[in-house]
């Protein structure tokens, strides 16, 4: 993982909120919210929080003496992630998922959400998990299907790759979908100590307005940015465009029909 991957500043933050979050990100929140549905009290830490959005359908789902602790690696996301939502169970904090500042069995469940991928060592985050979760507490994540089970973003990677022959940005397939083998994800999780592992897949669809809003959002809201950047001063609208047209001669020019498929992890301490 270079350097870039979890680099998310600068103008990525509000891009990423406006046009991937209702995209990808808000169906599969709604999905792992439910699933915590049960709890009444208590608290949950969120890893990988990002501009908020998990943690807003958290506070929209559970009781307010349920105490969220929201946190992530990059404080330009938290601080967009706070100033769109201010609740007194909620507490935002910046914190490395792989080195946790918190006490052993400090929390009732531990979520994150197309988080895990950006770990450089997962095994690392996982323990971590393990240790702050309390006795039977459980441990719920989600990670991107293959991209080829996500025609939107497997669209654009591939539009992008086509614009740098010599030197394809490849940020789509090494990082946020490149994380799927569910033998793999079960195997590591079971490593770090958790014994019950299940994993389901789920499949969403979401609606664009046009091809141009996921192609702003994929282009320029990621850490592909970087890499488009990287190779290219001054051409990202120009790329962007080109994403646009490969999604419009895919889907037409009306909104666009977002297929996805994720995989939903649970494990219980």
């Known amino acids: 993982m270079s350097a870039t991957d979890a680099a998310f500043k ?33 608290r949950i830490l969120e890893t990988a929080a990002g501009t908020g959005i998990v943690t807003r359908a958290l506070a929209k789902t559970l009781p307010p003496q349920v105490e969220i602790t929201a946190t992530d690696l ?10 769109r939502l201010q609740a007194p169970n909620v507490r935002w904090l910046q914190a490395d998922a792989q080195t946790l500042p918190f006490e052993d069995g400090s929390f009732d ?34 990670v991107w299907n293959s991209l080829d089970l996500n025609p939107v973003s497997r669209i654009v990677s591939e ?4 614009a740098f022959p010599d030197d394809p940005p490849r940020f789509f397939e090494r990082v946020p979908f490149g994380y799927f083998d569910p033998d793999r994800i079960r195997g590591e999780v079971q490593q770090a100590g958790f014994e019950n592992v299940e994993i389901d897949v789920v499949d969403k669809v979401s609606q664009a307005p046009s091809p141009r809003e996921p192609a702003i959002g994929l282009c320029q809201g990621t850490p592909l940015r970087s890499e ?6 001054g051409r990202l609208e120009d790329i962007t465009t080109k994403a646009t047209e490969a999604l ?6 009306s909104p666009v029909d977002n297929r996805m498929s994720a995989l939903v992890v649970k494990a219980w301490r």
């Open 10 to 42: 600068g103008s990525i933050p509000t891009i990423y909120e406006q046009y991937l979050g209702p995209l990808l990100f808000q169906p599969f929140a709604r999905d792992l919210a439910g699933r915590l549905a049960d709890i009444t009290q208590g």
């Open 74 to 83: 990059n404080q330009a996301m938290l601080d967009l992630a706070q100033s």
């Open 109 to 142: 469940a531990v979520v994150c959400q197309f988080g895990v991928m950006f770990f450089p060592d997962k095994l690392a985050a996982y323990r971590e998990v393990l240790r702050v979760l309390k006795p039977a507490g459980r441990f719920l994540f989600n």
């Open 159 to 162: 539009t992008v790759a086509k």
């Open 228 to 233: 488009i950047e990287a190779r290219a001063p």
């Open 248 to 253: 419009v001669g895919h889907f037409g020019s």
